[in-house]
């Protein structure tokens, strides 16, 4: 964290939290922070102080009340405000700076909600309470994030932080589960969404990631390729690909014009699959997922759901023929 991020994020926690001190008793629940006993017996303190003063204050205006003429009297009493919740000023000024990110994640969390569907009309959107206020918690801190080149950024449904992931790399993401929604493969979607989830995350997971990486791939391809396997695998894809080679064309050509091989395609699914080296566990060759090879395996997963989604490997004219004669 840039040291000249730290004040101001600060600020913004304590600003956050304030909007619901209950909150900021869950997010210590959460994070499994404990409130110092100082912090508590200062609260105490405090609390005491402001219904002194609060007491005198009544006193004071009930007396100027009943010195009034009958018909002169009315208004209310000055109230003083509460003392800030020690909660709150403890996750903004007590916690150290490695726990600040969690604080944040956690505040987003609790506090706001995901964007409206896009069908719902602007004045409901605008009319929503709880989308006015994650507009004004959100805002602030995406400033902060953007202008201090911060690795991290709002989720895109606003509930968390997440690695600030490269622009190409967001791109074909989204072009990946487009295609496979277009196409049919909701799943696969649905898996390559999870993947950069836990990828992305403060608290990053690549080993579920790459298993999710591995998932979206065959909800496009098991179906595609093994449609009457009961137990199909990316593994199982790859061996059918590397095997049925002359069944199948690739959309890209060879040097004399023809429908290229699945060559290419098999070295990606290879990789993939024999790339997962936690897949295993007690065996020599187990070893723990990086966040590197978790972020290679969703490029290769992203590209191999678009290409697969589009119909990029397809079987050959003759051998389509020899398959709807054989059905």
């Known amino acids: 964290m840039p040291e000249s991020l730290e004040p101001a994020l600060r600020t913004w926690i304590e600003e956050t939290a304030a909007r619901n001190p209950g909150e900021a008793a869950h997010v210590m629940v959460r994070l499994d922070l ?3 006993q100082a912090d508590v017996d200062a609260y105490v303190r405090e609390q005491r102080r402001r219904d002194r003063e609060q007491a005198r204050l009544d006193a004071r205006w009930e007396a100027e009340q009943a010195a009034r003429p009958e018909g002169t009297r009315g208004g209310r009493p000055p109230v003083l405000p509460e003392p800030a919740d020690p909660c709150v000023l403890y996750l903004a000024w007590g916690t150290e700076r490695e726990v600040l990110w969690d604080v944040v994640d956690a505040l987003l969390f609790l506090l706001c909600t995901e964007p409206p569907a896009p069908e719902k009309q602007p004045v409901v959107t605008w009319l929503s309470g709880r989308t006015r206020r994650t507009k004004r918690i959100v805002e602030p801190l995406n400033r902060l994030l953007v202008e201090s080149r911060s690795v991290y950024e709002v989720a895109p449904d606003r509930r968390g932080l997440q690695r600030r992931m490269e622009a190409g ?7 990946a589960a487009n295609a496979a929604e277009t196409s049919g493969y909701l799943a696969a979607r649905r898996s390559l969404d999870r993947a950069r989830d836990k990828l992305m995350a403060v608290h990053s997971d690549p080993s579920g990631a790459y298993v999710d990486a591995i998932r979206a791939v065959e909800a496009v391809a098991c179906p595609m390729f093994l449609p009457r396997d009961p137990l199909p695998t990316l593994g199982k894809v790859r061996d059918h690909l590397r095997n049925a080679d002359a069944k199948y064309a690739y959309v890209l050509t060879d040097k ?4 290229g091989d699945t060559r290419g395609v098999v070295a990606m699914l ?3 699959w024999e790339g997962h080296s936690d897949r295993h566990a007690g065996g020599p060759r187990e070893v723990p997922v990086t966040q590197e090879a978790a972020e290679a395996a969703l490029t290769i997963a992203t590209a191999l759901v678009t290409l697969l989604s589009k119909r990029a490997v397809r079987l050959r004219p003759d051998a389509a023929t020899r398959h709807r004669e054989a059905r």
């Not at 004399?256 to 429908?259: A, T």
């Open 256 to 259: 004399s014009g023809k429908p």
């Open 169 to 175: 790399l967001s791109e074909a993401l989204n072009t």
């Open 270 to 272: 290879t990789d993939l």
């Open 34 to 36: 404990v409130l110092p």
